[in-house]
Structure formats: structure tokens, C-alpha cells
């Protein structure tokens, strides 16, 4: 099983549509959880950190999962600019510990 | 500099043929991230500098790659004898501190190809 699963989609959505991803990790000791954005041909950036209650940055939520061994991200009112992929980030331990998911794409329809 | 500067942003090169890839951190920052990201594949980690030390290089896929940096910035990430599987993008990245993802500045990568 690999330590951090992600569907690669792609997810294609209308504007304005809610979509969510889910992410699930292997170990159970894994401290920190993120999410990451990645334009085509552009370099990963950081999207948002996922918090153990749950966070929001206007249109977009994430949320961890302990029990379950998974985080998620909601976004809302979806627009043309969110069509990119998105990464999901797991940190076990020390600084080699920083798992990448490969990532799931979404592509936002007008 | 502003970012994270790599270069060259792109190299194709003959298979069994040495390349080398370059990292200019941000100025400051102390830790040091080579990671590789094929097609349809995560970022793979390759190897972790804390200014000029590599306290961990397992994530190397061989003994054909070799890293190291200088002065505390500059970074050099060697490909000996490259091989068609060496493609790949080759991001760098740099933050303060060790092991915060959240803290992390992205190059715009090298992008390898091997033929």
C-alpha cells in the first residue's frame, strides 16, 4: 500500500459546482497534513495546512480524518482559476518524512 | 534572489552522458530539498541538505546520482551515465527550517530528458 493514495481524476466540474478530494495515508503516526497546489508545468505551492478541527480559507475546507486515516478538500463555488492539480502532503516523523500524493487533477468548465 | 532559481530549466541529453542540475535557494534559508517527479508519479525526495551537510541521502535512486552544496546555498545534484528512466522533472526546494512542509519555496524545476 503506498503511504500517501490520492485519485488522480480528473475531476471535471461546471463553474460554480462544490467538488472534494479525498487523500488517505498508510501510518497512523503521521503529525502534519497539507495540501498543495500544482499548475501545469508550474512548481508545487503551498495551498493550506490541514488542521486537526478542520480549517477554511474562503472557498476552500480541509479537513483530517484521524479514525479513518484521511484528509479532504472542499472547494466551493468553483472557478476557471482552480483548474490545476492537487497535492496532498503527509509528514511522518523527521524532514525526509514528507510524503507527496501524485495528486488529483481538476479541470473547471465554464 | 526572490525565489527559488534553477537551471537550466531545461536539458535533453544523450543516454550514458553526465549532467548537472543547479538550486539557488533563498538567501537564508538553511534547508535544502532535491525531490524528482516523473510523469504520473508524486515527488519522490531524493536527498536533504541542512546548510552544507546531507544528514539523509537515501532517497538517491543510485550511485549515479550525487548532491551537494556549497557555502550554505548553492546546490549540484550529478547524474553520471544517465539512463532513459533518469527523466524527469527535478524540483529544488528551500525553507528556514527542516522537515515544515508548510514553510517550503518550489523552483520551477529542471525538466530531463534522456534519449
Known amino acids: 500500500r503506498k503511504e500517501v493514495e490520492q485519485d488522480p481524476g480528473p475531476f471535471n466540474v461546471p463553474e460554480g459546482a462544490t467538488v472534494a478530494f479525498n487523500c488517505t495515508y498508510s501510518?497512523?503516526?503521521?503529525?502534519?497534513f497539507f495540501w498543495y497546489r500544482q499548475d501545469c508545468r508550474k512548481e508545487p505551492k503551498l495551498l493550506m495546512s490541514?488542521?486537526?478541527s478542520g480549517n477554511e480559507d474562503g472557498r476552500f475546507t480541509a479537513q483530517l480524518n484521524r479514525a479513518s486515516q484521511y484528509i479532504s478538500l472542499l472547494i466551493r463555488d468553483s472557478k476557471l482559476s482552480d483548474s490545476a492539480t492537487y497535492l496532498c502532503v503527509v509528514r511522518t516523523g523527521g524532514y525526509q518524512k514528507v510524503t507527496f500524493g501524485i495528486g488529483t487533477k481538476l479541470q473547471v468548465i465554464p | 534572489g526572490a525565489g527559488v532559481s534553477q537551471s537550466p530549466s531545461n536539458k535533453v541529453t544523450e543516454k550514458g552522458k553526465d549532467v548537472e542540475l543547479r538550486c539557488d535557494p533563498i538567501s537564508g534559508h538553511t534547508a535544502l530539498y532535491w525531490y524528482r517527479q516523473s510523469l504520473g508519479q508524486g515527488l519522490e525526495f531524493l536527498i536533504y541538505?541542512?546548510?552544507?551537510?546531507?544528514?539523509?541521502k537515501s532517497g538517491l535512486p543510485s550511485d549515479r546520482f550525487s548532491a551537494e552544496r556549497t557555502g550554505g546555498s548553492v546546490s549540484t545534484l550529478t547524474i553520471q551515465r544517465t539512463q532513459q528512466e533518469d527523466s524527469a522533472v527535478y524540483l529544488c526546494a528551500s525553507s528556514f527550517a527542516g522537515g515544515r512542509p508548510d514553510g517550503y519555496t518550489f523552483g520551477s524545476g529542471t525538466r530531463l530528458t534522456v534519449v
Open positions: 541538505f541542512q546548510g552544507n551537510s546531507a544528514p539523509d
Open positions: 490541514v488542521y486537526s
Open positions: 501510518n497512523s503516526a503521521s503529525q502534519s
